[in-house]
């Protein structure tokens, strides 16, 4: 461990959507004030050693198409995060931040990936999103973002099995991103890999008591970057804004963000002290994993392998009829 004790340092930021018709201005306006906020985490006591902003402080989000949401999108490595490594490396501070991408390995895909960059400036990790939850908007239109679950099988031949859940160990921790609301075995499986901090985002709002479960648990740090007010969105302005939060390994909150406004929520993590105590979550898997085995989800894995939509409503209609429930 290069430090005892840490500062985890959650950015409630708002959001606001890139203009398509003024996309390179106004998507380094949204970097420029994503780098201004990065300056004053610095300033005054409490300085961040980690600093973790939500899904989409860089493009934003809006019901683009997927031709759209692929102009909005960067690219990882690219002129943004390089911008952020500047940062990272002027207060020696790790920064995790998700963002709309682009891959030439996965073309015409739009990926949710969180990007971890070290004090060194150096990329060091990238998560893609899990899963998107489907037929939450009544089998009209769905999410088209590409998630792992929906390449499940060339993800895991591209990338390896121990890329599904994946946790970054640094020196200062051991970390697991995730946009992940309400499936507790996500980062149960996590905490398994050994996952010390679990960094969860939440732009548009989330249950608290998930998020402290999350902590409880699984005995491990848990903390929830949410969107704040964002005046000038499209959208209501105040759309499920606040709430950020760090909570411990007993589900106990360290810091609430008080206001739903843009603000840091700080708290100092004694790593070395947790982990010399922590252990893994203790699991009685015979007793349940026959009902695991013979689950089956609503939909399958994979789907959007061999075809990919081209929107909200095209998402809608490829996935209508691919439910397993009834």
């Given at each position: 461990m290069s430090k005892d004790v840490f500062t985890l340092g959650v950015a409630q930021s708002r959001v606001i959507p890139v203009d398509l018709s003024n996309l390179k201005q106004t998507r380094k306006a949204n970097l420029d004030h994503m780098l201004r906020l990065?300056?004053?985490?610095?300033?005054g006591f409490g300085r961040p050693d980690l600093l973790f902003f939500h899904e989409f402080p860089i493009t934003g989000w809006h019901n683009w198409d997927r031709a759209e949401a692929l102009r909005v999108a960067i690219e990882i490595p690219g002129e943004e995060t390089e911008a952020i490594a500047v940062k990272a490396r002027e207060y020696g501070m790790y920064i995790v931040f998700g963002s709309y991408a682009r891959d030439p390995d996965w073309q015409d895909h739009v990926l949710s990936i969180t990007t971890v960059i070290d004090p060194t400036g150096r990329i060091i990790d990238k998560h893609w999103k899990a899963r998107n939850?489907?037929?939450?908007?009544?089998?009209?239109?769905?999410?088209?973002?590409t998630t792992i679950y929906d390449v499940l099988d060339r993800y895991v031949e591209m990338y390896g099995a121990d890329?599904?859940?994946?946790?970054?160990?640094?020196?200062?921790?051991?970390?697991?991103?995730?946009?992940?609301?309400?499936?507790?075995?996500i980062f149960r499986a996590g905490a398994m890999k050994g996952a010390e901090v679990i960094l969860r985002t939440a732009?548009?709002?989330?249950?608290?008591?998930?998020v402290q479960a999350t902590a409880l648990y699984n005995g491990v740090y848990t903390a929830i970057c949410n969107n704040a007010i964002s005046t000038?969105?499209?959208?209501?302005?105040?759309?499920?804004?606040?709430g950020s939060a760090i909570y411990g390994p007993d589900g106990n909150a360290l810091d609430v963000a008080d206001s739903p406004n843009e603000t840091l929520v700080l708290a100092r993590i004694p790593i070395a002290q947790f982990r010399a105590r922590h252990?893994?979550?203790?699991?009685?898997?015979?007793?349940?994993?026959?009902?695991?085995?013979?689950?089956v989800p609503p939909y399958a894995p994979n789907l959007f392998q061999?075809?990919?939509?081209s929107g909200l409503e095209d998402a809608g209609r490829h996935l209508k009829d691919k439910r397993r429930w009834k």
């Open positions: 990065i300056d004053g985490s610095t300033i939850v489907k037929g939450m908007f009544g089998g009209e239109q769905e999410l088209f973002t890329a599904v859940i994946p946790v970054t160990r640094t020196p200062i921790g051991n970390f697991m991103t995730s946009s992940t609301q309400r499936e507790p075995e732009t548009g709002g989330f249950s608290p008591i998930d000038g969105s499209p959208f209501f302005e105040d759309s499920g804004a606040g252990r893994q979550p203790v699991l009685h898997k015979e007793l349940y994993m026959a009902e695991y085995e013979q689950y061999d075809y990919i939509p």
